[in-house]
């Protein structure tokens, strides 16, 4: 990488990336016409900044903003004060509601550019509480002996660093305003240089914390850790190793659960699953889902990628046979245990690796009405390259990754005869770049 010119500069932006960073152009000697583009950290389109460079590269360069001379309307106080150090989020200085706009742009510039496609309508954007929603995720733990603490957070927005931390406002307020005190907790214990993450995963009742240890705890740790729980009402697992030693420390069989109130469901689960990060938005989803994919009374459903059940039990209300299929094997035990749970006897579930050759598998030659799919960031071309569309009214993708999404939709669309009916951004993490979507596709 070449030397950074670390003088700052004054700079106008134009317009925002997919990460949430504004983009600028600067002349470049090296680079003919409109200049070198350049992602500038905390500045919005229409602004003035100062900026300092922060990266070089041969296409692009890097930089965060110094100062903002001319600030956009639309430029809000970031209410958490680690804003711009830790890298949870990227758009606190864009106000909320100006946020999901953002991600929509995103979503149908993706379409168009990878997929070649173009929605017949737009979804109208699904949206819930802003703060304190994120229920699942991992905090970083280091112990620096320089500052004589140990912290625990997110990661920097130098990925190298962890962030010091002392409360999260998009974490639930019952772990995200306790930051300070896990890692007083952590800094007190004698294997303190031994724990390098926390998970926490939050169920409608129950709080869990999961330590990662790469030693054995001393009996004084244990204690400390379980007076920690009883103080602050949290589930304690201990991971020694890999997922399947994670054990309850406190108390002894934490139940962690939670419900979809509108289908009458409960799903169970461990603390190491997938769940869906924003509770409330999730029910905004599932019921999002389930109306796009129109399931009649007697439709047969295949629901790929479905984990402990999301949006399968939910479908299993309406349908006259749902099948769910997932790579996890422990995440298919689950879900078949959630299906008998909800007193469910037209599910069946079935553990197969989507990204790999499915022909040995019989559920991939049963006819179905309608499919939905919730795949990884990667997306889900492989399945769909093998799976028979015959006979399927509606196509329903739920999408983490636009990327993904728009490659599948172009497949869809270009190879296989479909037509993208609807499409629609989601805010499953408000306040970070992270794009959410929905797509429904019907046969032309």
Known sequence: MARLDQTPFEIQITDVSHDGRGVARRPDPKVPGAGKAIFVAGALPGETVIAQQTARHRSFDE?????????????????????????????????EAKQIHV??????????????????????????????????????????????????????????????????????PQIGMKIAALSALVDGMDGRRDIPQIEFIAGDDTIALVFRHLQPLSPRDTQALEDFAKAHDFAIFLQPGGIDSVHALWPHQPKLSFTLPAWDIELQFRPLDFIQVNAGLNQ??????????????????????????????PLARTAGEVVGVEGDA???????????????????????????????????????????????????DVVLKQLSLDGLKRIVYVSC?????????????NERGWKLQAAGVMDMFPHTAHVESIAMFEPR
């Open 401 to 413: 990754h636009p990327g993904s999404l728009a490659r599948d939709a172009g497949y869809l669309v």
């Open 103 to 172: 991600k929509q742009r995103v979503l149908l510039d993706n379409l168009e550019r990878i997929g070649h496609v173009t929605p017949e309508s737009v979804l109208p954007p699904l949206v819930d509480a802003a703060w304190g929603y994120r229920r699942k995720g991992r905090f970083s733990v280091r112990r620096v002996e320089k500052k004589d603490k140990t912290l625990v957070g997110f990661r920097e927005q130098d990925p190298r660093f962890v962030a010091d931390l002392r409360e999260c406002h998009t974490v639930i």
């Open 63 to 95: 930089a965060k903003t110094l100062d903002v001379l001319v600030a956009s309307p639309d430029r809000v106080p970031a209410r958490c004060p680690h804003f711009g150090v830790c890298g949870g989020c990227a758009l606190q200085h864009l106000d």
């Open 330 to 380: 422990g995440l298919i035990r689950r879900a078949r245990e959630n299906a008998t749970h909800n007193q469910l006897a037209n599910v069946d579930f079935h553990a197969a690796d989507l990204a790999q050759d499915l022909a040995s598998h019989a559920w991939m030659r049963a006819g179905f009405d309608r499919l939905l799919l919730d795949p990884p960031r990667s997306g889900a």
């Open 284 to 313: 905004h989803m599932i019921a999002s889902a389930l109306s796009l994919l129109d399931v009649q009374p007697g439709d047969r459903v295949l629901d790929l990628f479905c984990g402990l059940g999301n949006f399968t039990l």
